[in-house]
């Protein structure tokens, strides 16, 4: 098994231990083998594709993904206020949206829902450095199912056998128990003050729900993590996390109700698709709503292109605006007319036209990988037409594309081969939560790196260096 340069140093700046793993692969072919990881390829439970490694970072990889991840999170939740002033004809205007979808998103928005919202950010590590590529303002972001995955990885042989010989210690977020004691948090901050009961109780509302197999073991799963979390730190508070549809839930004066017991927190997995009546109550401040309808306008692509194009504003402060420069790609609205790249004026289209193989053109509001060309990947006459249509529909942006550093991955029953990688990293509130990898061959021609398109899941663990 060869290891090429790239890859060793591509390892290497994530932290010693991901190249020495690389070094292990080398002398130990049973690592090769994808049979060696049943159990982490094949669960108890329905889950997208995993990859049989994982990848290891350390402090210095994490605390920067931690800070970046929270600051352009706290950006991007300040645009209505700070670029529109919470107007919604400016904001119907620039997002093409109308304007009364724009107030339902905007409906109970205030400080305590936009400091307590759920995010994950989509970033590449590259020659250039760290660039968020994307920033999803939704409860249903993916990758919860990495919390479940990790212990499973530590348990498997070829795992184990590195993490002993390295005498390697690893710890690894658990998105779930995170999410639990966010909730927590933010509800006792909300509701204890004055309260005669000591009970907080949490939903996560999904749709179509319908009491499978799986949905019960995740239900029994959040529960016990948020069972856990009271008892080690809340002992003196009681409550539990129920998993159910929006048609188990009641409303009695004022508040939601799940049969007998007041709900004080409501996490929507049903894309912010929320009941009026379940709005009403929110807006009322009865309950916590994570996140609602909000996420259509703070996971709107044209949110990074406000911050590519304010990178020497005055709408930003100086470390606000070294952050954007530093890790936003340039980002434009593709539309005809002039633009500015690298401080000189180009006629857009055009510029877009002739430097196919360095960018990439998306829909705003697309979702899940969908309509997302990059141009390195797409035939010129294809690409011609993508982007002449797009330019008429004003609702795709523009992004310069960020080449990943290639990393090595188990490949086939009994192989590795070049992967790139996107990062997807979760943020509750001001909270980093931990993270997955979405990994796709280096050479498949696809470019798109999303599960909907063939890529798989990889889990990350934090080491100690």
């Known amino acids: 098994m060869e290891i090429t340069g790239n890859v060793y140093q591509a390892h290497r700046k994530l932290s010693a231990c991901s190249a020495k793993f690389l070094e292990f692969i080398r002398d130990n072919p049973e690592a090769l083998k994808q049979s060696n990881f049943h159990d982490v390829l094949h669960p108890n439970f329905e889950t997208e594709p995993a990859q049989p490694w994982p990848i290891f970072i350390n402090r210095e990889t994490k ?15 300040s645009i209505p206020r700070r670029v529109f002033s919470n107007d919604i004809e400016s904001i119907s205007l620039y997002y093409g949206i109308p304007g009364d979808l724009v107030k339902i998103q905007l409906d109970g928005m205030n400080d305590e829902h936009l400091a307590n919202l759920l995010g994950r950010g989509d970033f590449i590590f590259s020659p250039s450095g760290m ?78 729900y319908s009491k499978s197999a799986d949905q019960i073991m995740i239900e029994k799963y959040v529960n016990r993590q948020y069972k856990h979390i009271l008892q080690l730190k809340y002992s003196h508070w009681q409550g539990e996390a129920i998993v159910c549809g929006f ?13 007998s017991k007041r709900i004080h927190a409501l996490v929507e997995f049903c894309q912010g698709d929320v009941p009026t009546p379940i709005m009403e109550i929110f807006k009322k401040g ?24 304010s990178e020497d504003s005055n709408l930003f402060t100086l470390q606000e605006r070294k952050i954007i420069k530093k890790y936003i790609p340039w980002t434009r609205r593709l539309t005809e007319g002039k633009a500015s790249f690298d401080a000189k004026a180009v006629d857009l289209q055009d510029f877009v036209l002739s430097h196919r193989e360095k960018l990439v053109i998306k829909s705003a509001a697309g979702q899940g990988g969908d309509d997302v060309h990059i141009g390195q990947y797409t035939p010129q006459p ?15 942006v523009v992004q310069e594309y960020t080449e990943p550093y290639p990393y090595l991955f188990q490949s086939g029953t009994n192989g590795c081969i070049e992967h790139h990688a996107v990062w997807g990293l979760l943020f509750f509130g001001t909270r980093y939560a931990g993270g997955y990898l979405r990994i796709l061959p280096k050479d498949t021609g696809k470019g798109v790196i999303n599960v909907h398109r063939g890529a798989e899941k990889a889990v990350i663990f934090e080491v100690d260096e």
Not at 66 to 73: F, R, S
Not at 159 to 170: A, D, G, M, P
Not at 247 to 259: A, V
Not at 289 to 303: A, C, E, F, S, W
């Open 63 to 77: 605390r920067e993904m931690e800070e970046v991840g929270v600051q352009i999170l706290n950006l991007i939740r």
């Open 286 to 309: 009865n309950i916590l709503l994570y996140n609602g309808p909000i996420r259509g306008l703070l996971g709107n692509k044209l949110n990074l292109v406000i911050l590519s194009q």
């Open 247 to 259: 048609l188990h839930l009641n409303i009695k004066d004022e508040c939601i109700f799940y049969e």
């Open 382 to 396: 294809q690409w011609e037409i993508l982007v002449k249509n797009a330019a008429r529909e004003r609702n795709w």
């Open 131 to 208: 660039k968020c590529i994307e920033y999803n303002i939704s409860s249903t972001i993916g990758g919860w199912e990495v919390a479940i995955l990790a212990p499973l990885y530590l348990k498997t042989p070829v795992i184990s056998k590195f993490l002993q010989e390295y005498q390697v210690k690893t710890s690894n977020k658990n998105m779930f128990a995170i999410l639990m004691e966010h909730l927590l948090i933010a509800a006792l901050k909300k509701f204890s003050p004055g309260s005669r009961c000591n009970e907080i109780n949490i939903v996560i509302a999904l749709p179509n």
